[in-house]
């Protein structure tokens, strides 16, 4: 990003104006019942989730100004007007719910094609259409749209397992998938509470029977991976607006030269949530957190490639995959090797544990339909350098005015590393080039004078490491890098006044 900087001046300030240290990606979503939230805790017995989907069609806005006719799942109410007002998501709407929860989806059409949805990972689906007939669920679809008709299909499942799951249409498969029919299903575990990030509650946690703390977490972010191939779409609004002229694309050829995180290209994936003028991709994918926070990644294959999902700053610990723990038994753990040399009175109230065949990873190779959950954590272990070295209470015990002791040290600081100089002396200011994230410091927190119109993207000071894919052409928007697979990770000191949810 420091090379790209001049070049990207524009970029750069556009993303400044909607971007701040409240700029958090959460894991949005609703909750059935009417658009209710998200369930803020599954203690009591499981209910009845209902939702209300229709399957239309939008134009989502691409990371360089352009739009592309889209399909996407929508919860605006379903119409048989002429014009259709109703607003697509790209992906769809993240559906949560309880395990053990009854799971009701009512899917109406506004397409010109047949569509349907598919739940992957879940047992017992059935579906019946709005004449009451029941079928299968691989083959009941809501029929295309007409005028005079509510041509509804309701799915209905029981959410027997804790996961990361996903959703997509069952008909049509690799055109309805790449237009965009597709979304994510979370099912919280028996006994979760979301509490708030500030109570760093065990019981927030992504999987296990009733008490174990192996897969709990302080703060959950979701990076849901989908492609496109622009000419393919184009070429779609094209059949629908003249089918004699204009052929409809062959899957065949698919090749894709848009790849997205959350519904959005790099760099639009580190905005805010719910940008006014990205009204169909309402998500982001900008990852924060504090020095020592179990930070739950929950990665879904939504597309039709696979994607190596590779994340900096530390390894990451893979807890689940496909919505099934990596354990031995139910509830099998073993100690957070990343917590090993931290003092316990920092670790008060948080687990110390992961499922006991948690799997160390550094790119999470994540494949077409397939989901996957990891912990990370990050301490500044092995830095080398005290990373608030701009402290009198931290500095080096031979500079002026330092006060430097062990007791000094804040919390998931690496006590190997505290009281320790920074090893090398940085250039003037005329010898850098500025990359938007640079905060004119190398210590967490602090922010220092940098020349007009550079950096300016990391009001807090944070440590950022950029999460991406590791296929390189797929940071780019049609060839022009930076864009594509692309979002940050930032480490905020803990009384910066960032936002961590």
């Known amino acids: 990003m420091k090379t790209y900087q001049k070049t990207l001046a524009p970029v750069y300030a556009a993303v400044l104006l909607a971007m701040s240290a409240t700029a958090v990606a959460r894991v ?64 769809g709407p993240t559906l949560i719910v309880c395990q053990g929860d009854t799971v009701v989806v009512t899917l109406r059409n506004r397409l010109p094609d047949r569509v349907s949805a598919i739940f992957p990972g879940q047992t017992g689906v059935t579906a019946a259409d709005s004449g009451g007939s029941a079928s299968g669920a691989m083959t009941l679809e809501a029929n295309a749209f007409a005028p005079t ?54 019981e927030r946690r992504a999987y296990g029977v009733t008490g ?23 070429a779609m609004e094209a059949h629908l607006v003249n089918p004699t002229l204009n052929p409809r694309p062959n899957p065949a050829n698919f090749k894709q030269t848009l790849w997205f995180l959350n519904g959005r290209n790099g760099p639009d994936t580190m905005l805010k949530e719910n940008v006014p003028w990205l009204p169909l991709q309402p998500n982001n994918a900008l990852a924060q957190m504090h020095p020592g926070d179990r930070v739950l990644m929950r990665l879904i ?59 160390s990873n550094y790119t999470i190779q994540t494949v077409p339909g397939s989901t996957y959950d990891a912990i990370f954590t990050w301490t500044g272990k092995g830095v080398d350098w005290d990373i608030y070295g701009n402290l009198d209470e931290h500095k080096p015990l031979t500079a002026a005015g330092s006060t430097c002791s062990a007791a000094t040290r804040l919390p998931f600081e690496d006590p190997a590393d505290h009281c320790k100089g920074f090893p090398v002396v940085l250039p ?55 864009g594509g697979m692309m979002t940050m990770m930032i480490v905020q000191k803990a009384d910066s006044g960032a936002v961590i949810e």
Not at 55 to 80: E, K, M, P, Q, V
Not at 212 to 234: G, I, N, Q
Not at 335 to 358: E, F, K, M
């Open 301 to 359: 294959g939504g597309g039709r490639d696979l994607h190596p999902f590779h994340h900096h700053g530390n390894n990451a610990w893979m807890i689940a995959r496909d919505g099934r723990v990596l354990e031995s038994t139910a509830g099998s753990s073993a100690p957070y090797p990343d917590y090993v040399g931290i003092p316990a009175t920092d670790l008060a109230g948080r687990s110390t544990s992961l499922p006991n065949q948690a799997v």
């Open 212 to 234: 174990s703390t192996s897969t709990s977490y302080d703060v959950e972010y979701l990076f849901f991976e989908t492609e496109m191939d622009r000419s393919a779409h184009e």
């Open 149 to 202: 008709v509510n041509n509804g299909v309701t799915y209905s499942f029981t959410a027997t397992a804790a996961g990361t799951y996903l959703y997509q249409s069952g008909t049509d498969i690799q055109t309805q998938v790449e237009m965009g029919l597709v979304g994510a299903l979370i099912v919280r575990p028996t006994g979760f509470v979301d509490g708030s990030y500030d109570t760093h509650s065990t």
């Open 28 to 91: 949005p979503g609703i909750g059935g019942n009417a658009a209710a939230p998200p369930p803020a805790d599954c203690t009591g017995a499981p209910g009845a989730r209902n939702f209300e989907l229709t399957a239309r069609s939008g134009h989502i806005t691409l990371g360089d100004g352009n739009t592309l006719l889209t399909w996407g799942y929508s919860t605006d109410a379903f119409t048989t007007a002429a014009v259709d007002t109703g607003k697509i998501q790209y992906p």
């Open 428 to 482: 003037e200011q005329q010898a850098l080039t500025f990359g938007g994230l640079w905060s004119g410091s190398q210590y967490l927190g602090l922010v220092e004078l940098l020349p007009p119109l550079q950096g300016g993207l990391n009001p807090a000071g944070g440590f950022s490491y950029m999460w991406h894919s590791h296929t390189e052409r797929e940071l780019t928007n049609d060839d022009v890098f930076p």
